[in-house]
């Protein structure tokens, strides 16, 4: 069961909570008008400011991971079928397509500007990167799923995690372009 709590500062107390039957991981779209939840095969979720229920959206298959685009209009949600990740527009509520990866998805990370999504294998140190202005699969990156990397930086560059060291490439070639030595001791 997922549960959103509306929180109205300065006043500390919960103002008013919605439960969603068979939610199990949140999920919230940029500018936080929506919260939904995985629940089976299906997204379930409230609008942010009242609470109220908005219409589920029916998937191919129950949920593994799912990421926003910052600016709330497309869902990415990775299925238990392998290497299938839906696209969800979040205005029309439904799924406007499919993108087909080498593997089974583990998880799913979003740029911070909304430009690539990094989708970790579900076996190895290894990520997808798909860039979204046309979903189109750039190709595979090597290095360990931190909780901080691998990251797109603000330049495009995506920082991996390899070895003892940080190598930058570019989100368009996946080139390297540099090498930060001992770069994976530090938080990024």
């Known amino acids: 069961v997922g549960r959103v709590w509306a929180l109205r500062p300065p006043a500390g107390a919960v103002a008013e909570s919605a439960r969603v039957d068979g939610g199990t991981r949140p999920l919230a779209t940029g500018g936080g008008d929506r919260v939904y939840f995985a629940a089976g095969v299906e997204l379930a979720g409230v609008r942010a400011r009242d609470l109220q229920p908005v219409a589920p959206i029916g998937l191919?298959?129950?949920v593994r991971a799912a990421a926003a685009t910052p600016s709330g209009d497309r869902l990415y949600v990775a299925t238990e079928r392998a290497g299938e990740v839906e696209v969800v527009d979040r205005f029309a509520e439904r799924v406007r397509g499919r993108l087909t990866l080498p593997g089974e998805v583990g998880e799913l990370r979003m740029d911070p500007v909304g430009r690539y999504l990094l989708a970790r294998?579900?076996?190895?140190?290894?990520a997808w990167v798909v860039a979204l202005a046309d979903d189109r699969i750039v190709g595979t990156v090597r290095g360990a799923?931190?909780?901080d990397l691998p990251l797109v930086l603000p330049d495009g560059e995506i920082a991996l995690a390899q070895g003892?060291?940080?190598?930058l490439v570019t989100g368009a070639t996946l080139r390297a372009t540099r090498t930060v030595a001992g770069g994976a001791a530090d938080l990024w």
């Open 121 to 126: 294998a579900g076996r190895g140190d290894s």
């Open 145 to 147: 799923w931190r909780d």
């Open 60 to 62: 191919a298959a129950r």
């Open 164 to 167: 003892e060291d940080v190598t």
